[in-house]
């Protein structure tokens, strides 16, 4: 079972989410609260799988949430439900590590697919790049200045010979499931490692660790 936690000012809102869900078989919502002081207390005593977050007043403040919940617990996956998505906020919210961002408009369907695809260790959020060219040139950009900044810094720490074979499958466009199967082991270890790989690497995302790999010759993109 797939566990979600749900956070919204609206109960209303919660509520109508956490009955959509209740449809899908292998998908469990564990719990629900507003955005309060002890939110994340409460996520890191649940641990979820994904987390759903509805912006409603303070764009600004939802992102610091996000912030905090991926500092709190790295493997738990975000998703932001918005009233009215923007290719602005949609900059601002891949580099909070946000895997999804949906308009709160989404049928429960699309939703819970969603929420399968981040419980992978997939970021579809990446795919709505393909018609914000704006928004994919300001990633570009800092991308290339994270490169020019850090040419000569060192590491937190050095990655294990473990976390260097999964990094150069994940430079080959491989998913969690995917790596686990060719390595023969649980799709929870290799998340686990991919969580520790990012920390590392000082990165937001897969995509941002595997540029930052390849710019430090820790892997190579092998054309065959």
């Known amino acids: 079972m797939i566990k979600v936690f749900i956070i919204d000012q609206q ?26 002081e002890e939110v994340l207390s409460t996520i890191e005593t649940s641990l979820p799988d994904v987390v759903l977050l509805g912006i409603n007043a303070s764009f600004l403040d939802s992102l610091q949430l ?3 919940i991926k500092q709190r617990v790295p493997s738990v996956a975000t998703i932001i439900l918005t009233p009215q998505p923007q290719d602005e906020q949609l900059f601002q919210v891949i580099k909070a ?15 819970a697919l969603a929420i399968r695809r981040c419980a992978q260790g997939e970021h579809p959020i990446n795919e709505s790049l393909a018609d ?49 199967a060719v390595l023969n082991v649980s799709e929870q270890t290799i998340k686990n490692h991919v969580t520790s790989i990012l920390r590392k690497l000082n990165a937001n995302a897969r995509t941002h660790a595997v540029v930052i790999a390849i710019k430090k010759g820790l892997v190579s993109i092998v054309k065959e």
């Open 97 to 111: 590590q946000v895997s999804a961002y949906l308009s709160k408009d989404v049928n429960a369907d699309e939703l």
């Open 66 to 68: 996000c912030r905090a």
């Open 11 to 36: 109960p209303l809102f919660r509520q109508g989410i956490s009955v959509s869900l209740s449809h899908m078989p292998d998908i469990e919502v564990s719990g629900e609260a507003n955005v309060d």
């Open 132 to 180: 914000r060219p704006k928004v994919a040139q300001q990633i570009l950009q800092q991308f290339h200045e994270l490169s020019a900044e850090k040419e000569t810094a060192t590491f937190i720490s050095p990655l294990t010979p473990r976390e260097t074979e999964i990094l150069n499958y994940m430079a080959q466009g491989y998913l969690n499931k995917q790596i686990a």
